[in-house]
C-alpha cells in the first residue's frame, strides 16, 4: 500500500525560505510521476509541481523560478524548496504520486484528477 508523508510546513516571513518533503513508502516510486499541489481556503486545488525521473519537471507559472522540486531516490523522498515566499503562498501543501504516468512536460490545471495516491497535507502560512 502506498503511502506518502509530506513534513515541513510552517510559517514564515514573506521572503522567506521553506523545503518541504514527501517521504514515499510501501512503493518504489522511481518510475512514478510525483507532484506537489496546494489548496488554499476557499479556492481550487493547484498543481505546482512535477517530477518523474531525473529529467522531466514542470512547474506552474505562480512558482516558476522560486520552487524546486528534486528527489533523493535512496531516501525515497520527493523535496519542494521554496524560496521567496510571498502571503498567497499560504495553503496546505500536498505531494501525491501516480504509477500510471511516465512523463510531465506541464503543470495543466485538471492534473490532480490523474493521481490515484496523496498524502495528508503540511500547512504553510506566509505571513507580511
Known amino acids: 500500500q502506498v503511502q506518502l508523508a509530506e513534513s515541513g510546513g510552517g510559517s514564515v516571513q514573506a521572503g522567506g525560505s521553506l523545503r518541504l518533503s514527501c517521504e514515499v513508502s510501501g512503493y518504489l516510486y522511481g518510475h512514478s510521476l510525483v507532484g506537489w499541489f496546494r489548496q488554499a481556503p476557499g479556492k481550487e486545488r493547484e498543481g505546482i509541481a512535477g517530477i518523474f525521473g531525473d529529467v522531466d519537471v514542470a512547474y506552474a507559472d505562480s512558482v516558476k523560478g522560486r520552487f524546486t522540486i528534486s528527489q533523493d531516490n535512496d531516501r525515497n523522498t520527493i523535496y519542494l524548496q521554496m524560496n521567496s515566499l510571498k502571503p498567497e503562498d499560504t495553503a496546505t501543501y500536498y505531494c501525491?504520486?501516480?504509477?500510471?504516468?511516465?512523463?510531465?512536460?506541464?503543470?495543466?490545471?485538471?492534473?490532480?484528477?490523474?493521481?490515484?495516491?496523496w498524502g495528508q497535507g503540511t500547512q504553510v502560512t506566509v505571513t507580511l
Open positions: 501525491a504520486l501516480e504509477g500510471d504516468i511516465h512523463a510531465i512536460a506541464s503543470i495543466p490545471p485538471n492534473l490532480g484528477d490523474l493521481f490515484g495516491n
